[in-house]
């Protein structure tokens, strides 16, 4: 009897440890009850009926363990909840990626859905699809080694025939199916790290790039980068990972530069984290070896070729691109569009052939500004789309508007040669804008055509004397290129050497590559550009120097360099870079102004402010302008000069009137030209 009773006991203590483990919240004290309650109801009268009241017992814990946990407060639940979003936030910050089992592959389902997918995305490259859904399967298939690159992609071709896009689709199908841990695809652009000085800047990106999620990294305009990165980059591929220069730490996730010798878990090496690593490129493989070397392409085992798109395939893209305009236009905008055929027979022909997709898309997406525009500010709810006169148009109630953005080119191109004429003088420079005009639009007819064209050096040299214009044709001058399309953006940034030069080691070329950024798309005017040059041992001039040279060699398709100065100090520029002559073919000299033009000018200025000058004061005006001229053009300010003249003329007018109640408002007379009231005064200051 006293065995059973024992046994009894043993088997209501492990019941207690159950009822223990079911919430771990209840306290010892909370046990002792339970125990307490079991023990006053005599539970263990018999083997039967002490289990059942037992587990009436344990269900009415179990409701009462319930209601606790119901009866949280709201101060503990916000606690919990802060304390997840701070753990979520440090993964994201840390770059921290949560443990993944690597879900398995079915070679016949995934990726073969994959190329049906992407063939339907990517037109008309049905064998680079093929290739490249090949090379993302290849790991699956011949297995790789842990911490190396997954595989490594060589995709070549021009612009515009898919090469980015297909990568983007590829991840984002990769990550539908949950072998991504997310869609995204890292792009380190290698163009962007042009000197020694950018070591922990292109190492930071590179270790973001390789922590992030997502499974693909791509490597773009290689050519441009400094040779070191490369050959960085060239070790991950080879080895799986690379020996950094430098000891690095982690804080607050960007990798810093250790300072304080020995740390713990500091980084000194790079993994290629098990990442499909894709190089994309418009060269040769001639041009892939220059820049990584032999054994980088031995590792390379797929090299894709996107080709350039034949009509059939661009008329697939007009078609498709003309759908989802007209869905885009009912679910967004609430328009219904109807399209003309003659549309699409436009865009094929207009299209910029050099861009591929691109341009379709491009010109597509100036469509629906132009249609959201009608919306806007016409209520419109219905429009036709088609082509009037080889301008293609929306038509709805009585309005006609176009909906091409670069139609607005021709209205920009005739504002730009109304000022360009307005211009007193220089019938040169005028003379070589017009010739440029005229090259680059031949250049767009034969690539509309599929021909080949001849590009030319458009970067130049203005000399001259100060207020002779300069800085007004380059401004003029970057419009100009901007409506006819040989610039994308059409920016003006002017410059000096203290915009280009800094103070201390190191920091010049990163220092000029960032205003070279600034100014792709346009023009990048450097006024006294003489000045980064002052002898030999000015090493920081040097280096601003050599940095503005390679990079107009890279960007030679999107950026116009004007270098401005004294004739004879530019002309010893010109010699501290062996590169810097071939490259300025251009030299345009701006003369000084005669007194006749400087006159011209100064009725100009007024004209622009609302006054006019006295007729009577123009020929001895003239003549001032001709004796300031002789005497030191260089110092007179040229243009200048007559600004001054006449700002200092309105101020005595203001005073003079304060005296003529009826004289004319607007009318400069001989009075209020000082210089001419007091010439003896004048002439001896």
């Not at 691109?358 to 919306?375: C, G, H, N, R, T």
């Not at 003006?492 to 030069?501: I, K, M, N, Q, S």
């Not at 073919?585 to 007024?606: R, S």
Request: net charge negative; charged share 25%.
């Amino acid at each position: 009897m006293g065995k059973d009773r024992r046994d009894k006991e043993e088997e209501k203590q492990r019941l207690w440890k159950e009822v223990m483990g079911k919430d771990r919240s209840l306290s010892a004290s909370d046990l002792e009850g339970l125990k307490s309650t079991a023990d006053d109801q005599n539970v263990l009268v018999n083997d039967d009926e002490a289990m059942s009241q037992l587990n009436a017992i344990l269900a009415r814990q179990q409701k009462q363990l319930e209601k606790m946990t119901s009866e949280i407060s709201p101060d503990q639940k916000k606690l919990n909840q802060d304390m997840d979003d701070l753990s979520r936030s440090l993964k994201e910050d840390y770059h921290v990626q949560e443990p993944k089992e690597e879900t398995p592959v079915d070679d016949k389902t995934v990726f073969s859905e994959m190329e049906k997918t992407l063939n339907d995305e990517i037109i008309g490259q049905k064998e680079a699809v093929h290739s490249f859904c090949a090379a993302l399967r290849r790991p699956y298939v011949m297995g790789f080694e842990k911490g190396h690159a997954r595989n490594v992609i060589l995709i070549m071709g021009k612009e515009g025939v898919g090469r980015h896009a297909c990568v983007a689709a590829a991840s984002r199908i990769l990550y539908q199916h949950q072998i991504f841990t997310s869609s995204q695809v890292n792009t380190i652009d290698l163009s962007r790290y042009t000197s020694a000085s950018q070591e922990q800047v292109f190492v930071q990106d590179l270790y973001q790039a390789l922590h992030q999620n997502g499974g693909m990294i791509v490597f773009e305009n290689f050519k441009q980068s400094f040779a070191p990165f490369l050959r960085m980059v060239s070790s991950l591929v080879e080895n799986g990972s690379v020996l950094l220069n430098k000891r690095y730490v982690l804080r607050q996730g960007i990798l810093v530069e250790n300072q304080s010798g020995l740390v713990k878990d500091a980084v000194d090496s790079l993994s290629a984290q098990d990442k499909y690593l894709i190089f994309i490129t418009h060269g040769t493989l001639g041009d892939v070896q220059d820049a990584f070397g032999a054994d980088f392409m031995k590792h390379v085992l797929d090299t894709i070729t996107f080709s350039a798109l034949d009509d059939d395939a661009i008329k697939q893209i007009i078609s498709k691109q003309t759908e989802q305009l007209q869905q885009r236009c009912t679910e967004q905008l609430h328009l219904t569009v109807n399209i003309d055929p003659s549309l699409n027979d436009w865009v094929l022909s207009h299209y910029d052939k050099d861009h591929g997709a691109d341009a379709i898309i491009s010109l597509f997406k100036d469509f629906y500004i132009s249609l959201s525009e009608a919306v806007l500010k016409d209520n419109a709810s219905g429009i036709s789309l088609k082509v009037d006169g080889d301008v293609p148009y929306a038509f709805y109630g009585d309005h006609k508007t176009p909906v091409c953005r670069s139609q607005n080119v021709q209205a920009e191109m005739d504002a730009v040669e109304t000022e360009l004429n307005n211009v007193i003088g220089l019938d040169n420079v005028k003379s070589y804008i017009r010739s440029l005009q005229a090259h680059v639009l031949i250049n767009q007819r034969r690539r509309q055509q599929g021909l080949k064209t001849a590009e030319i050096s458009k970067h130049m040299i203005f000399t001259g004397n100060p207020g002779t214009g300069k800085t007004t044709i380059a401004r003029l001058f970057s419009r100009y290129m901007k409506a006819i399309g040989a610039l994308s953006q059409g920016q003006l940034v002017e410059v000096t050497r203290a915009d280009l030069v800094a103070k201390y080691v190191g920091q010049t070329a990163p220092l000029t590559m960032s205003v070279i950024r600034s100014a792709l798309g346009g023009v990048l005017f450097i006024d006294e550009a003489y000045s980064l040059y002052r002898g030999k041992d000015d090493s920081f001039g040097l280096e601003a120097i050599d940095t503005l040279v390679k990079a107009m060699e890279d960007n030679r398709d999107d950026l116009i360099v004007i270098l401005a100065g004294y004739k004879k100090e530019m002309s010893a520029f010109l010699e501290a870079n062996s590169g810097l002559k071939s490259r300025f073919p251009n030299i345009i000299e701006f003369p000084d102004y005669t007194g006749e033009q400087l006159m011209a000018i100064a009725d100009q200025i007024a004209k622009g402010k609302g006054y006019r000058i006295e007729d009577g004061v123009k020929a001895p005006l003239t003549a001032w302008f001709d004796q300031k001229q002789a005497e030191s053009a260089a110092t007179s300010g040229n243009g200048r000069l007559s600004r001054n003249v006449v700002e200092e003329a309105i101020l005595k007018q203001s005073e003079r009137l304060l005296k003529e109640e009826n004289a004319d408002m607007d009318l400069l007379k001989k009075e209020d030209f000082t210089i001419l009231a007091q010439p003896e005064q004048t002439k001896q200051g």
